[in-house]
């Protein structure tokens, strides 16, 4: 690959783990690029219940994939020329994602335009597949995770932070069926790379978890 020498950070983990925010933290530390994938899945998902595309017809969802036209600048996530960021984290929205993420034309619609983020100097992946599938020669590969309660708490206020309403019960089931499919479905499940460092982060604030992957990649560098 043309550019597998440029570095590589992957953040895998399940849903509300914290993986975003540290994602960005250690990006931002480093001056690297940033890829948020499960905003491609949200996107798609987005425009598929926009255009009342079905789930049934994964051809036309593919295609809603292939052709997305997105644009990441600062806090803004660009549809055309309309702002996204806050739409597309709605649960309503996640939960659609997430069936769309067990699509297997999807995901291969969606590839190539994830390959296209590792720019100079650097990246940080955050998803599902980002050490497994999409970066498997990533320089390293984290797999963040967090208790069911611990997630399920975080999304609570980071739904409520955003003016969305949340119920804590609702949200565990939620988390627990989306578990459920990022984990079983026969592509690209969610799993950590056998060569990922494990952080479970269901008692740390976040700079605790930017601190330790930090720490880690400073011995990637001291060893290459
Ligand atoms: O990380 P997130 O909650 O924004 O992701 C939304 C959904 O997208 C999630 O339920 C699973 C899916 N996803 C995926 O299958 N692969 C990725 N690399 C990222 C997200």
Do not use: C
């Amino acid at each position: 690959m043309p550019n597998s020498h440029i570095p590589v950070i992957t953040i895998d983990g399940p849903t509300a783990s914290g993986k975003g925010t540290v994602a960005h933290l250690v990006a931002e530390r480093l001056g690297f690029h940033m890829l948020d994938s499960g905003s491609l899945y949200r996107l798609t998902a987005l425009q598929a219940l926009r255009r009342a595309v079905p789930l049934e017809d994964e051809h036309g969802i593919a295609k809603l994939a292939e052709h997305l036209q997105v644009t990441f600048t600062g806090g803004e996530i660009l549809l055309g020329h309309e702002n996204v960021a806050h739409a597309i984290r709605a649960e309503e929205v996640g939960n659609m994602a997430s069936k769309i993420a067990a699509l297997p034309t999807v995901r291969q619609a969606l590839f190539a335009l994830q390959l296209g983020f590792r720019k100079a100097p650097g990246l940080v992946a955050d998803g599902r597949d980002m050490g497994t599938v999409i970066f498997p020669n990533a320089q390293l590969k984290i797999f963040l995770t967090a208790s069911t309660q611990a997630r399920a708490e975080r999304r609570y206020k980071q739904l409520i932070g955003k003016g969305f309403s949340a119920n804590m019960n609702d949200l565990l089931a939620d988390l627990q069926a989306r578990d459920e499919r990022d984990m079983n479905r026969a592509v690209a499940p969610l799993a950590p790379a056998a060569d990922a460092h494990i952080i479970d982060s269901s008692n740390m604030v976040a700079l605790e978890a930017v601190d330790e992957v930090l720490k880690l990649w400073a011995q990637v560098r001291h060893k290459s």
